[in-house]
């Protein structure tokens, strides 16, 4: 139980497009989803928290016009990253909370931006 | 926010060797996880340890909530178990609870 499915996997995209990333609970329902940065050989820094029905809610320092966070039913968060530059390239992960098994990862997204 | 240090950041076992992981955290937290992130970037819960120990096959974890630390055992380690391991806390901040991962301590076992 308490599976968070992540697409896609791997994506490369041109400086200056967009870049949608989503996060599905398969088999419960969030209401809070959070996506998470990491830059090789370092930690997982929280970007924001997504929640259903309402804005999300931005770390410090985390641009919300750049990484739009759409969290539209209990099951799906997604993460556009608009407008994208090749710093923005990194490995980009959503977690959600179950009732029963904590915290649960996607899979992850590696960005690459050219 | 709190601050959540690993030890060691790297850390080299041939295969069949223990090790213990360090987590130490800056304040006082409503819980402590700790995951395993394989080579290709999965996050595995391996437990969720506020307080007390566990156990789960080879893997054991020790909380001492009032010393504000944790540690890992890891025990007859197999080269599966190379990746990078995290301890996070989790702050309740009013209605938000946010994951906050420490620095990682990576493990890569030879043969």
């Known amino acids: 139980g308490a599976v968070v499915s992540q697409h896609p996997s791997w994506v490369i995209c041109k400086s200056g497009t967009s870049v949608k990333i989503e996060c599905r609970s398969l088999d419960f329902q969030a209401t809070t989803m959070f996506w998470y940065r990491q830059f090789p050989k370092q930690s997982l820094m929280l970007m924001a928290t997504?929640?259903?029905?309402?804005?999300?809610?931005?770390e410090q320092g985390v641009e919300k016009d750049k990484f739009l966070i759409n969290h539209a039913s209990l099951t799906l968060s997604t993460l556009t990253v608009t407008s994208a530059h090749p710093e923005d390239s990194s490995f980009y992960i959503c977690?959600?909370?179950?009732?029963?098994?904590?915290?649960?990862f996607g899979s992850g997204t590696r960005l690459t931006v050219v | 926010g709190i601050q959540v240090e690993q030890s060691p950041p790297d850390l080299i076992l041939q295969e069949g060797a223990n090790s213990t992981l360090r987590c130490n955290f800056s304040d006082s937290v409503n819980n402590l996880q700790w995951f395993h992130q394989n080579p290709w970037g999965q996050l595995i819960n391996l437990f969720y340890i506020p307080s007390g120990t566990k156990q789960n096959g080879r893997l054991s974890a020790t909380t001492v909530a009032t010393e504000r630390y944790s540690l890992l055992y890891i025990s007859s380690s197999q080269t599966t178990d190379s990746g990078v391991y995290f301890c996070a806390g989790l702050l309740n901040t009013g209605t938000a609870s946010k994951l906050t991962f420490g620095t990682g301590t990576r493990l890569q076992v030879t043969l």
């Open positions: 997504s929640n259903e029905g309402s804005k999300a809610t931005y």
């Open positions: 977690s959600a909370r179950s009732p029963w098994y904590g915290y649960t």
